[in-house]
């Protein structure tokens, strides 16, 4: 890998970490505000070895890299941690670290080779030439066994694109690329069958051999896979070391640490060293022994020598300096903001289950509104003609809004799991992604509004002025923007996609139901009256009524009245004011802004991810 790095190493002394005390265990007695999941944890990674993290389930082996690795977002961290001896700050640590999830989150429409370049154009620095990025992804590519599929979409995990084994070896390359000297692996070969697991293991191998360091965290791995680890940090309940140090050949010497404690029974030949490990150093062998491994191993010789380690490295060799970048990030707002529209651009256009699924359903929605309402915009003898013309324009954008907002949710939902990635990752900032997947619907719903507006209005037979035409699709355009922008905040202020549909389908029968078409402005309460104001469907019904009916000077039949003139029958009714054309047009165009910003600022500064 043709790249410089600078290798680090990175040692740590005395790590403890808390959580709030869970409210059951409170209810169960227990007094203490916090609970402690790592005790008083040291030990070192170094260049050129890889490091597995071990022990049984709910040790605390994750908990450990994800604290070393910066991404905890709730808890308590408390002790020493230091980069080649210099303490580490955490947005500096981000630009030369990768941390690969046990859980492999990408693009589902990028290919393996797009989703390399995206993260190498973000990644790496503004001094190294554009070609070269690309040169550099074609290296990752081949020392990952990548390259015969390069031009694959990744798809969705279990359904389409890359098997498991596949998306671990690109989640391994996506952080590669951008040249870290450090790389924590959560679980490499969780989920893999002992084929796949070899062929991840070989892709960490070749990683550790490029000189980088390297920290996984493994549960129960085959012999062959847990002798490819050159040193060990074991962990037992409770978030305590039992052992930390060099395997050796076979795991020599691991098995001859723990064979010299009185009582623990021999590894026998046929044996794995990993299996054999664990249930040797159970919390059911420590009752039976009446031992603690933790305490054996804070007096053992091994502990003392990873101590001098630990001191070793947390002292700066002179001639070096502390890491330090000008930016929190590689690349500047503007290229963040291009690169990720890049980004949604390829992803839109490889998106038929959303683009065609809205951009066909605008078109039967169209046809078959048309088609009911077939030159209805002729018939305007008298007022229950006239409320069916104003009940077929309102109905028809209304039910393309709606199908926008529900349609866009799952993308956004998806696209927001990979952005909590790539952004823990310091890839970008929020601003630049969410602005990115706000101006790429642009296009996309302006040509759905431009058919749809003349199919429609064609077919509804409304008065062909140049205008009218005009004003028509102006407030259909922007009314399906904001019903878009609306879906995409939804899904912002949710936890889930699931409840993102649930309150934008609550929320939207309230709109429907204060837009003045079911009940005229004039008979709300005037407790409702304020709703009324803010709510966005009430003035696209004010703006598509007031441009086809303010110059309309035709008699209408009202039973029970005198005749009337159209226009002044409809003012009347809906309680309108023509005066309000500019203001509509601001106002609409105001709430899809609103909706956006909302988006952008919830994307940036809530987030419900929990580490």
Same mark, same amino acid.
């Given at each position: 890998?043709?790249?410089?790095?600078?290798?680090?190493?990175?040692?740590?002394?005395?790590?403890?970490?808390?959580?709030?005390?869970?409210?059951?265990?409170?209810?169960?007695?227990?007094?203490?505000?916090?609970?402690?999941?790592?005790?008083?944890?040291?030990?070192?990674?170094?260049?050129?070895?890889?490091?597995?993290?071990?022990?049984?389930?709910?040790?605390?082996?994750?908990?450990?890299?994800?604290?070393?690795?910066?991404?905890?977002?709730?808890?308590?961290?408390?002790?020493?941690?230091?980069?080649?001896?210099?303490?580490?700050?955490?947005?500096?640590?981000?630009?030369?670290?990768?941390?690969?999830?046990?859980?492999?989150?990408?693009?589902?429409?990028?290919?393996?080779?797009?989703?390399?370049?995206?993260?190498?154009?973000?990644?790496?620095?503004?001094?190294?030439?554009?070609?070269?990025?690309?040169?550099?992804?074609?290296?990752?590519?081949?020392?990952?066994?990548?390259? +015969?599929?390069?031009?694959?979409?990744?798809?969705?995990?279990?359904?389409?694109?890359?098997?498991?084994?596949?998306?671990?070896?690109?989640?391994?390359?996506?952080?590669?690329?951008?040249?870290?000297?450090?790389?924590?692996?959560?679980?490499?070969?969780?989920?893999?069958?002992?084929?796949?697991?070899?062929?991840?293991?070989?892709?960490?191998?070749?990683?550790?051999?490029?000189?980088?360091?390297?920290?996984?965290?493994?549960?129960?791995?085959?012999?062959?896979?847990?002798?490819?680890?050159?040193?060990?940090?074991?962990?037992?309940?409770?978030?305590?070391?039992?052992?930390?140090?060099?395997?050796?050949?076979?795991?020599?010497?691991?098995?001859?640490?723990?064979?010299?404690?009185?009582?623990?029974?021999?590894?026998?030949?046929?044996?794995?060293?990993?299996?054999?490990?664990?249930?040797?150093?159970?919390?059911?062998?420590?009752?039976?022994?009446?031992?603690?491994?933790?305490?054996?191993?804070?007096?053992?010789?091994?502990?003392?020598? +990873?101590?001098?380690?630990?001191?070793?490295?947390?002292?700066?060799?002179?001639?070096?300096?502390?890491?330090?970048?000008?930016?929190?990030?590689?690349?500047?707002?503007?290229?963040?903001?291009?690169?990720?529209?890049?980004?949604?651009?390829?992803?839109? /256009?490889?998106?038929?289950?959303?683009?065609?699924?809205?951009?066909?359903?605008?078109?039967?929605?169209?046809?078959?509104?048309?088609?009911?309402?077939?030159?209805?915009?002729?018939?305007?003898?008298?007022?229950?003609?006239?409320?069916?013309?104003?009940?077929?324009?309102?109905?028809?954008?209304?039910?393309?809004?709606?199908?926008?907002?529900?349609?866009?949710?799952?993308?956004?939902?998806?696209?927001?799991?990979?952005?909590?990635?790539? +952004?823990?990752?310091?890839?970008?900032?929020?601003?630049?992604?969410?602005?990115?997947?706000?101006?790429?619907?642009?296009?996309?719903?302006?040509?759905?509004?431009?058919?749809?507006?003349?199919?429609?209005?064609?077919?509804?037979?409304?008065?062909?002025?140049?205008?009218?035409?005009?004003?028509?699709?102006?407030?259909?355009?922007?009314?399906?923007?904001?019903?878009?922008?609306?879906?995409?905040?939804?899904?912002?202020?949710?936890?889930?996609?699931?409840?993102?549909?649930?309150?934008?389908?609550?929320?939207?029968?309230?709109?429907?139901?204060?837009?003045?078409?079911?009940?005229?402005?004039?008979?709300?309460?005037?407790?409702?009256?304020?709703?009324? /104001?803010?709510?966005?469907?009430?003035?696209?019904?004010?703006?598509?009524?007031?441009?086809?009916?303010?110059?309309?000077?035709?008699?209408?039949?009202?039973?029970?009245?005198?005749?009337?003139?159209?226009?002044?029958?409809?003012?009347?009714?809906?309680?309108?004011?023509?005066?309000?054309?500019?203001?509509?047009?601001?106002?609409?165009?105001?709430?899809?802004?609103?909706?956006?910003?909302?988006?952008?600022?919830?994307?940036?500064?809530?987030?419900?991810?929990?580490?």
């Amino acid at each position: 890998m043709g790249l410089p790095f600078t290798p680090l190493a990175m040692s740590f002394n005395e790590v403890n970490y808390y959580v709030d005390m869970p409210p059951a265990m409170k209810e169960q007695g227990v007094t203490e505000d916090r609970l402690q999941l790592l005790r008083g944890i040291s030990g070192t990674i170094r260049p050129g070895i890889l490091t597995a993290l071990m022990g049984e389930s709910g040790a605390g082996k994750t908990t450990l890299m994800d604290v070393l690795a910066g991404r905890k977002t709730c808890g308590y961290i408390e002790g020493d941690i230091r980069m080649s001896g210099y303490s580490k700050n955490q947005s500096t640590f981000a630009r030369v670290s990768g941390y690969c999830e046990q859980f492999d989150i990408h693009s589902p429409q990028l290919t393996v080779k797009e989703s390399l370049v995206f993260s190498a154009l973000f990644r790496l620095p503004n001094e190294i030439d554009i070609q070269e990025k690309y040169r550099f992804a074609d290296e990752v590519m081949e020392l990952v066994e990548l390259n +015969n599929l390069k031009d694959a979409l990744v798809g969705f995990p279990g359904v389409t694109g890359l098997s498991t084994e596949q998306r671990k070896r690109l989640t391994i390359a996506v952080e590669l690329v951008a040249n870290p000297s450090i790389i924590f692996m959560d679980e490499p070969t969780s989920g893999l069958d002992a084929r796949a697991a070899a062929i991840v293991m070989r892709t960490v191998r070749n990683t550790v051999n490029t000189g980088r360091t390297v920290a996984c965290t493994i549960h129960q791995p085959s012999i062959e896979i847990f002798e490819s680890f050159d040193e060990l940090l074991l962990l037992k309940r409770g978030g305590l070391v039992i052992y930390s140090g060099p395997l050796g050949q076979s795991s020599e010497k691991l098995i001859t640490y723990f064979e010299a404690i009185p009582g623990v029974q021999k590894m026998t030949d046929e044996g794995n060293p990993a299996v054999w490990m664990l249930e040797a150093t159970s919390l059911a062998t420590e009752g039976r022994l009446e031992t603690n491994f933790a305490d054996i191993y804070k007096k053992s010789t091994l502990h003392q020598r +990873n101590m001098a380690l630990v001191r070793e490295l947390s002292k700066p060799k002179p001639g070096t300096c502390d890491l330090y970048f000008r930016t929190q990030y590689a690349q500047s707002g503007y290229s963040q903001f291009k690169i990720c529209l890049w980004k949604y651009r390829c992803i839109y /256009w490889r998106s038929p289950d959303y683009n065609l699924s809205r951009l066909v359903m605008t078109l039967v929605t169209a046809l078959l509104l048309g088609s009911i309402f077939w030159k209805i915009g002729q018939r305007r003898g008298n007022s229950q003609d006239l409320m069916s013309v104003i009940g077929a324009m309102f109905l028809a954008v209304v039910f393309i809004g709606f199908s926008n907002c529900s349609t866009v949710q799952p993308l956004i939902a998806t696209e927001r799991a990979v952005f909590y990635r790539e +952004n823990s990752a310091g890839m970008y900032s929020a601003l630049p992604y969410a602005l990115s997947l706000v101006v790429i619907e642009i296009p996309y719903v302006l040509c759905q509004a431009v058919y749809y507006t003349v199919i429609v209005y064609y077919m509804m037979s409304f008065q062909w002025t140049a205008l009218k035409f005009l004003w028509f699709f102006l407030i259909s355009f922007i009314s399906f923007l904001y019903f878009t922008y609306y879906g995409m905040m939804s899904v912002a202020v949710s936890p889930s996609l699931q409840v993102a549909g649930i309150c934008s389908a609550s929320i939207f029968f309230l709109l429907e139901l204060f837009s003045g078409f079911f009940i005229p402005k004039l008979e709300l309460p005037v407790w409702w009256v304020w709703f009324y /104001w803010i709510n966005p469907l009430s003035w696209t019904l004010y703006g598509l009524i007031v441009t086809q009916y303010n110059d309309v000077y035709d008699l209408l039949k009202v039973p029970g009245q005198e005749d009337q003139q159209i226009r002044e029958y409809v003012m009347n009714h809906f309680g309108y004011n023509d005066d309000y054309e500019g203001i509509m047009a601001v106002v609409l165009v105001g709430f899809a802004v609103f909706f956006a910003f909302v988006y952008t600022l919830c994307i940036r500064y809530w987030s419900f991810q929990r580490r």
